[in-house]
């Protein structure tokens, strides 16, 4: 069963940063693209940033410059460094994996069939 569970959301205050973190058990990290996408009370879940098993990443354009995505293979982690935080950047932000060996991670949401319960993120102004 697989199982991918985020940790690292809290509250702080605008231009600060916060650290997400993500594993993901039940299946195998090698060939697996993993995403970060968010989602606001009354808005869609939109993507945040992905990174491919070869890691090659991308970013939304509201949090290029601000964000880092990064994995750690060996310890099936991934990590979303987050600085310059906006108040807008505020909501829960959800961990998402598919097996993928190849190719750039897919940025929707739709691709992704493995999803963690979210972590909150809260940016005050």
């Known amino acids: 069963q697989v199982q991918v569970v985020e940790s690292g959301g809290g509250l702080v205050q605008a231009g600060g940063s916060l650290r997400l973190s993500c594993t993901a058990s039940?299946?195998?990290?090698?060939?697996?693209?993993m995403g970060w996408f968010r989602q606001a009370p009354g808005k869609v879940r939109e993507g945040v940033s992905c990174?491919?098993?070869?890691?090659?990443?991308a970013y939304a354009d509201s949090v290029k410059g601000r964000f880092t995505i990064s994995r750690d293979n060996a310890k099936n982690t991934l990590h979303l460094q987050m600085n310059l935080l906006k108040p807008e950047d505020s909501a829960m932000y959800f961990c998402?994996?598919?097996?993928?060996?190849?190719?750039?991670?897919?940025?929707?949401?739709?691709?992704?069939?493995?999803w963690g319960q979210g972590t909150q993120v809260t940016v005050s102004s």
């Open positions: 998402a994996a598919i097996p993928l060996a190849w190719g750039d991670c897919p940025v929707s949401a739709g691709a992704y069939p493995y």
């Open positions: 039940g299946l195998p990290f090698a060939g697996v693209a």
């Open positions: 990174i491919s098993w070869t890691a090659d990443t």
